[in-house]
């Protein structure tokens, strides 16, 4: 396998798992996939959850809309990471689901902690919990600087 997946959200704390994972997969010398999933009938730059109704619009549209945020921030995170092959995975669907999907055929899964506690966090779930729980791989969680 040699694969190393991360779940992209755009938040600091996806940031800080990017550049984690890519720190792994150059050691292992692995392939990162990086995966976003997305929800039809939302689409934003906030979260795995989404934030912008998204009424209207093509599915097609979309999912090029998930794509190219997924692309910007990898480039934001790693600028030009050419030491390590980079897989870029869009997926429609729940992030908790679809990433314990993904650590099916990978020897890691890492995700960031958005930080998310109390109340919220028993409202709204946590992905990384559900990764944490649920993976077929071992799985890194990981909190963005200034949140240690």
């Excluded at 009424?55 to 910007?72: M, P, Q, V, W």
């Excluded at 779930?125 to 944490?132: I, L, N, R, Y």
Aim: glycine share 12%; net charge negative.
């Amino acid at each position: 396998m040699n694969i190393i997946v991360v779940g992209v959200d755009h938040s600091d704390g996806a940031r800080a798992a990017i550049a984690f994972a890519h720190d792994e997969a150059r050691l292992r010398r692995a392939t990162l996939r990086a995966v976003h999933a997305w929800r039809f009938g939302y689409i934003g730059h906030t979260g795995f959850e989404g934030a912008t109704p998204a009424l209207g619009a093509d599915i097609h549209e979309l999912r090029a809309a998930a794509a190219a945020a997924l692309d910007a921030t990898l480039r934001e995170a790693l600028g030009d990471a050419g030491d390590v092959e980079i897989e870029q995975h869009v997926v429609e669907g729940p992030a908790g689901a679809v990433l314990v999907g993904e650590s099916r055929d990978a020897d890691l899964l890492v995700v960031g902690s958005r930080g998310h506690g109390g109340f919220a966090q028993l409202l709204l779930g946590s992905v990384s919990q559900q990764c944490a729980h649920h993976a077929a791989c071992p799985v890194v969680i990981v909190r963005p600087k200034g949140h240690e």
